[in-house]
C-alpha cells in the first residue's frame, strides 16, 4: 500500500488526536446496557440537549440510527419518503428492507433536497393497492447531494407538510454540525420539526466512532429495544462516549477551517484543466468534481494520485469526491493540488 500523505477520501478517516485518547482512558466507565456508563449517560444527556429533543440515546453507529429510526416509525409494508440519492437508499446494505421491512420512494430532488412543492407531488392519499406512506427522511447536509446545506425554512415546510399529511418525520444529520456551522442555525432549531434526528461523531467530528440518535421518550424507548434486539447494546462504551464528548468540546470549531479549506480546494480545482467545478456549490466539507479530460476516468485518476500520497474517492466514472477534515491542513490542500496538477499534466 502507499503511503497515504493528504487523505481527502472521507471524513471517516480521522484519527483520534493525543487529547482525545487521553480523554478516552480517562473516562468513568460502566455496563451500558444496564443503563450504568456515567460517561454515556453524560453524552446522552448533552446530546438530548442539543439537539432539543426529550431523549437521546448513544448508538455505535449512524447507520444504526437510521435503521432504527425506521423500525420505530414504521411497520413492514409501509414506505419512506427520501430524496433519491439518500444514504439509506445506496449504502445500508438494504438495512430498510431487511430490518424495518419497508419500501423506499425516492424523491427527485435537486442537490439531495426538494421544497414542499416537490414533496406534494409524492404524497398520496391512502389507497389500499398503494404502500402506506409512513415517514418522510431528509439529510443534512446532502451527502451525494454535494455536502448541501438545507435552509431551516426549507425544512419546516417540509416536515410541516409531512406532518399535515399524516407522516413522521426524521433527519440524518449525519453532518448536521456542518450545517450548523456554515448556516448559523442551532441544531435544536433545524431539527425542530423533525421527530426524530441523529449526528455522527466519527465523521468531521473525528472520534473513532458513535453516534446519537434523539426524539421523543416514547421513540427513545422503542429505539432502546431495537438496540438491543439487533446487537447494538455495549457494555463500557464509555471509553468511547467520551471521545464523543471530547470532540463537542474541541473540535466543533474546526468544522469551520474544514470548510473554508474545501472552498480553497474547489477554487484550486476549478483552475486546473480537464476537471469541471463551480466553487460556489461547495457549501460545507464535501467536494464533488467532474473529469474532464478524455484520457482519464475517476478510478484512473485517483489511482495516479495515490502514487504521490494524494487519496480521493472516484464516485461513479467522472465524477470525484473530495472531504476536508481535521486531519487535513492548508499545507494538505496546497499538496493535492500540486500533485492532481502534475498528474494532470502527464
Ligand atoms: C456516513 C453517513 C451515514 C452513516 O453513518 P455511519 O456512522 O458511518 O454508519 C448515514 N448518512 C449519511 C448522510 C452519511 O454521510
Not at 483552475?271 to 456549490?281: F, M
Amino acid at each position: 500500500m502507499q503511503t497515504i500523505i493528504v487523505d481527502l477520501f472521507s471524513d471517516t478517516k480521522t484519527r483520534p488526536t493525543a487529547a482525545m485518547r487521553a480523554a478516552m482512558a480517562a473516562a468513568e466507565v460502566g455496563d451500558e446496557r444496564a443503563g450504568e456508563d456515567p460517561t454515556v449517560l453524560e453524552l446522552e444527556a448533552r446530546g438530548q440537549a442539543l439537539l432539543g429533543k426529550e431523549a437521546a440515546l448513544y448508538l455505535p453507529s449512524g447507520t444504526m440510527c437510521n435503521e432504527i429510526a425506521m423500525a420505530v416509525h414504521c411497520r413492514p409494508g409501509e414506505a419512506v419518503l427520501c430524496e433519491k440519492d439518500a444514504h439509506i437508499i445506496g449504502f445500508e446494505a438494504g438495512g430498510a428492507a431487511a430490518l424495518a421491512g419497508v419500501m423506499l420512494e425516492p424523491i427527485i430532488g435537486q442537490r439531495g433536497m426538494f421544497d414542499a412543492n416537490t414533496l406534494r407531488r409524492y404524497l398520496r392519499a391512502d389507497h389500499l393497492q398503494a404502500p402506506r406512506q409512513r415517514l418522510l427522511e431528509v439529510e443534512q447536509t446532502t451527502n451525494l447531494g454535494g455536502g448541501a446545506v438545507w435552509s431551516l425554512a426549507q425544512l419546516d415546510e417540509v416536515a410541516e407538510l409531512a406532518h399535515q399529511a399524516g407522516l413522521a418525520t426524521h433527519m440524518d444529520g449525519a453532518r448536521l454540525f456542518n450545517a450548523v456551522v456554515a448556516s448559523g442555525v442551532a441544531a435544536a432549531e433545524q431539527a425542530a420539526g423533525f421527530d426524530s434526528v441523529w449526528v455522527d461523531f466519527s465523521k468531521g467530528l473525528g472520534a473513532p466512532g458513535g453516534a446519537l440518535l434523539a426524539g421523543s421518550g416514547d421513540f427513545i424507548h422503542e429505539a432502546r429495544r431495537w438496540q438491543i434486539r439487533i446487537g447494538g447494546a455495549m457494555r463500557q462504551s464509555g471509553i468511547i462516549a467520551a471521545a464523543c464528548l471530547h470532540a463537542l468540546d474541541h473540535h466543533l470549531h474546526g468544522l469551520v477551517a474544514d470548510h473554508r479549506r474545501a472552498r480553497q480546494l474547489a477554487e484550486g480545482l476549478a483552475r486546473l484543466p480537464g476537471l469541471r467545478i463551480d466553487p460556489d456549490s461547495v457549501a460545507t466539507n464535501l467536494i464533488y468534481f467532474t473529469i474532464d479530460a478524455p484520457q482519464w476516468d475517476a478510478k484512473k485518476l485517483a489511482a495516479a494520485t495515490l502514487e504521490h500520497g494524494v487519496r480521493l474517492c472516484p464516485m461513479g466514472s467522472r465524477r470525484m469526491r473530495a472531504v476536508t477534515h481535521l486531519d487535513v491542513d492548508d499545507a494538505g490542500i496546497e499538496r493535492a493540488l500540486q500533485v492532481l496538477g502534475k498528474v494532470l499534466a502527464g
